[in-house]
Protein backbone atom coordinates (compact mmCIF):
# COMPACT_ATOMS: atom_id res chain seq x y z
CA UNK A 1 0.00 0.00 0.00
CA UNK A 2 1.20 3.24 -1.25
CA UNK A 3 -0.52 6.61 0.41
CA UNK A 4 -1.31 8.82 -2.23
CA UNK A 5 -2.04 12.09 -0.53
CA UNK A 6 -3.89 12.46 3.08
CA UNK A 7 -6.66 10.13 2.90
CA UNK A 8 -6.14 8.00 -0.80
CA UNK A 9 -4.07 4.81 -1.13
CA UNK A 10 -2.84 2.95 -3.65
CA UNK A 11 -3.45 -0.16 -3.81
CA UNK A 12 -1.17 -2.88 -5.81
CA UNK A 13 -2.51 -5.39 -7.64
CA UNK A 14 0.10 -6.64 -10.04
CA UNK A 15 -0.43 -5.14 -13.50
CA UNK A 16 -3.19 -3.11 -12.41
CA UNK A 17 -3.38 -0.85 -9.61
CA UNK A 18 -6.90 0.67 -7.70
CA UNK A 19 -7.12 3.33 -5.27
CA UNK A 20 -9.02 3.19 -1.80
CA UNK A 21 -10.46 6.76 -0.28
CA UNK A 22 -11.43 7.32 3.36
CA UNK A 23 -13.81 9.13 4.14
CA UNK A 24 -15.66 9.78 7.40
CA UNK A 25 -18.66 7.71 5.87
CA UNK A 26 -16.39 5.05 5.10
CA UNK A 27 -14.50 3.75 2.18
CA UNK A 28 -14.51 4.38 -1.46
CA UNK A 29 -12.65 2.40 -4.20
CA UNK A 30 -11.72 2.83 -7.65
CA UNK A 31 -11.37 0.13 -9.86
CA UNK A 32 -11.47 -3.61 -8.48
CA UNK A 33 -8.30 -5.02 -10.61
CA UNK A 34 -8.01 -8.26 -12.48
CA UNK A 35 -10.33 -11.40 -11.34
CA UNK A 36 -8.65 -12.96 -7.69
CA UNK A 37 -6.89 -9.46 -6.53
CA UNK A 38 -9.94 -8.62 -4.17
CA UNK A 39 -7.55 -9.99 -1.01
CA UNK A 40 -5.57 -7.27 -2.09
CA UNK A 41 -7.74 -4.54 -1.94
CA UNK A 42 -8.84 -6.04 1.85
CA UNK A 43 -5.49 -6.65 3.00
CA UNK A 44 -5.01 -2.55 2.55
CA UNK A 45 -8.03 -2.08 4.43
CA UNK A 46 -7.46 -3.99 7.21
CA UNK A 47 -3.83 -2.31 7.46
CA UNK A 48 -5.71 0.73 7.72
CA UNK A 49 -7.15 -0.62 10.59
CA UNK A 50 -10.56 -0.60 9.10
CA UNK A 51 -13.45 -3.72 7.84
CA UNK A 52 -14.30 -4.67 4.80
CA UNK A 53 -17.66 -4.57 5.49
CA UNK A 54 -16.84 0.02 5.57
CA UNK A 55 -16.49 0.00 2.18
CA UNK A 56 -19.53 1.73 0.38
CA UNK A 57 -18.70 2.35 -2.84
CA UNK A 58 -16.75 0.87 -6.27
CA UNK A 59 -16.30 3.09 -8.80
CA UNK A 60 -15.12 1.78 -12.29
CA UNK A 61 -12.92 4.11 -14.80
CA UNK A 62 -14.35 1.60 -17.37
CA UNK A 63 -15.29 -1.47 -18.35
CA UNK A 64 -12.13 -3.99 -19.09
CA UNK A 65 -10.95 -7.16 -17.08
CA UNK A 66 -8.11 -5.18 -15.24
CA UNK A 67 -10.56 -2.94 -13.76
CA UNK A 68 -13.78 -4.94 -12.67
CA UNK A 69 -12.31 -8.31 -12.45
CA UNK A 70 -12.82 -8.80 -8.57
CA UNK A 71 -15.57 -6.60 -8.69
CA UNK A 72 -18.26 -9.34 -7.78
CA UNK A 73 -16.13 -10.99 -4.99
CA UNK A 74 -15.79 -7.66 -4.00
CA UNK A 75 -19.28 -7.00 -3.86
CA UNK A 76 -19.95 -9.84 -2.55
CA UNK A 77 -18.22 -9.70 0.26
CA UNK A 78 -18.63 -6.04 1.16
CA UNK A 79 -22.08 -4.97 0.03
CA UNK A 80 -20.53 -2.06 -1.60
CA UNK A 81 -22.56 0.04 -4.17
CA UNK A 82 -21.45 -0.28 -7.44
CA UNK A 83 -21.05 2.79 -10.20
CA UNK A 84 -20.09 2.90 -14.35
CA UNK A 85 -20.43 5.17 -17.08
CA UNK A 86 -23.78 3.88 -18.93
CA UNK A 87 -21.48 2.36 -22.21
CA UNK A 88 -19.77 0.02 -20.34
CA UNK A 89 -22.17 -1.43 -18.19
CA UNK A 90 -23.30 -4.15 -20.25
CA UNK A 91 -20.13 -5.64 -20.46
CA UNK A 92 -20.14 -5.31 -16.72
CA UNK A 93 -23.36 -6.71 -16.34
CA UNK A 94 -22.91 -9.99 -18.30
CA UNK A 95 -19.19 -10.46 -17.35
CA UNK A 96 -17.96 -9.92 -21.06
CA UNK A 97 -16.79 -10.21 -24.39
CA UNK A 98 -15.06 -6.68 -24.26
CA UNK A 99 -14.15 -4.31 -25.81
CA UNK A 100 -10.53 -4.18 -27.87
CA UNK A 101 -7.93 -2.67 -25.49
CA UNK A 102 -5.11 -0.55 -27.31
CA UNK A 103 -1.87 -0.92 -25.23
CA UNK A 104 0.13 1.97 -23.60
CA UNK A 105 2.96 2.22 -25.89
CA UNK A 106 6.28 0.50 -26.12
CA UNK A 107 7.32 -3.32 -26.97
CA UNK A 108 6.62 -4.47 -23.01
CA UNK A 109 3.72 -3.41 -23.18
CA UNK A 110 1.99 -4.65 -26.35
CA UNK A 111 3.65 -7.85 -25.63
CA UNK A 112 1.89 -8.21 -21.85
CA UNK A 113 -1.46 -6.90 -23.76
CA UNK A 114 -1.55 -9.72 -26.17
CA UNK A 115 -0.72 -11.99 -23.22
CA UNK A 116 -3.25 -10.77 -20.62
CA UNK A 117 -5.99 -9.63 -22.19
CA UNK A 118 -8.51 -11.58 -24.57
CA UNK A 119 -11.47 -9.62 -25.43
CA UNK A 120 -13.54 -12.70 -25.86
CA UNK A 121 -12.67 -13.92 -21.88
CA UNK A 122 -15.55 -13.96 -19.56
CA UNK A 123 -15.95 -12.51 -15.79
CA UNK A 124 -17.92 -13.25 -13.40
CA UNK A 125 -20.86 -10.61 -13.44
CA UNK A 126 -21.60 -7.55 -11.77
CA UNK A 127 -24.68 -5.38 -11.45
CA UNK A 128 -24.41 -1.67 -11.84
CA UNK A 129 -26.12 0.37 -9.10
CA UNK A 130 -25.53 3.48 -10.57
CA UNK A 131 -24.70 5.22 -13.71
CA UNK A 132 -21.85 7.57 -14.31
CA UNK A 133 -22.51 10.37 -16.87
CA UNK A 134 -19.71 12.51 -18.84
CA UNK A 135 -19.13 15.43 -16.66
CA UNK A 136 -21.09 14.32 -13.79
CA UNK A 137 -19.62 15.25 -10.06
CA UNK A 138 -20.31 12.17 -7.69
CA UNK A 139 -19.36 13.22 -4.36
CA UNK A 140 -19.78 9.97 -1.78
CA UNK A 141 -17.89 10.62 0.98
CA UNK A 142 -17.43 13.05 4.13
CA UNK A 143 -14.22 14.38 4.23
CA UNK A 144 -11.68 12.49 5.99
CA UNK A 145 -10.31 13.85 9.46
Not at 20 to 42: H, Q, R
Not at 88 to 114: H, N, Q
Request: charged share 20%; aromatic share 6%.
Amino acid sequence: MKCVIEGVHMVPMGMANAFLIEGDDGLALIDAGFPTKEAAVFEVIRALGRSPRELKHLIFTHGHPDHIGSAAAIVRETGARTYMHPLDIPMAESGGPFRPMTPAPGLLRRVLCKLFFHPQERLEPVAIDQHLNDGEHCTLLAASK
